[in-house]
């Protein structure tokens, strides 16, 4: 499985419900933005952090952009958790989020990565792995590429509508998949209507597990069951939509408690 979960923690639980429980049989990957917009955050990432305790082999984390001081500062985690702790355990998220993966990769042929890929010529998989991660994402570079950057409809490159990162086309794409001895992208970072999208001649898949994103765009969530193939895993997409929470409104503890935009 493959999900995000952006602080909707009781979405997280119904995941759970569906899929089951993480374990080395039945080993979950969690691509990143965890935090921020939902106003159950840290109930979100508490949990992750104790299951991968309670099962190292049944539950991963890779870092998304909102893994960070400068987002979380805006769209509430930060505030939840000095709200809920303190400043103190602040500072512990943020070292774990320093040192989370920024990419993995299943059976030598699929790649999963929050935002996208370089646009940069000849990037390849150890590239990426030689990326020091132990820091606050920068504004731009590879490390910067591989948590803001999205896939867009026609060939190329084009600067990116968030501001931070690139658009890359279905080129890019495959020349990035050829060198690399890869099938396929999984990547999360933009709501989708019916959970996830396809894209790319069906080599980018962009997923989305949170369901209602904000409590107001209706979307459906989703998430991918991987099992063997004869080249590579295939995959499965499971789809739900959102359940109910207890009333506190998504960025309760975000400043000035308003929407900020769409990142």
Known sequence: ALPISHGQFYDLLHIFEIGGMPSAENPFLF?????????FSVEVVTTLIALKLATPRGLFMLRGNHESKSMSNIYGFAGEVRHKYDESVLALFSEVFNVLPLCAVLENKVLVVHGGISTEPDVTLADMEAVPRNREPPESGLFSDL????PQPFPGRSPSKRGVGYMFGSDITERFLQRNGLN?????HEVKDEGYEVMHNGKVIT??????????IGNKGAFLRFRPGDDGPVYE???????QHPPIKPM???FGGGMSGMF
């Open 184 to 188: 396929l992208i999984v990547r999360s």
């Open 252 to 254: 309760a503890y975000a």
């Open 207 to 216: 997923v989305f597990s949170a369901p209602n994103y904000c409590d107001s």
């Open 31 to 39: 691509n990143g933005d965890f935090v921020d917009r939902g106003s």
């Open 147 to 150: 948590l803001w950057s999205d």
């Open 237 to 243: 997409v499971t789809q739900y939509t959102a359940v």
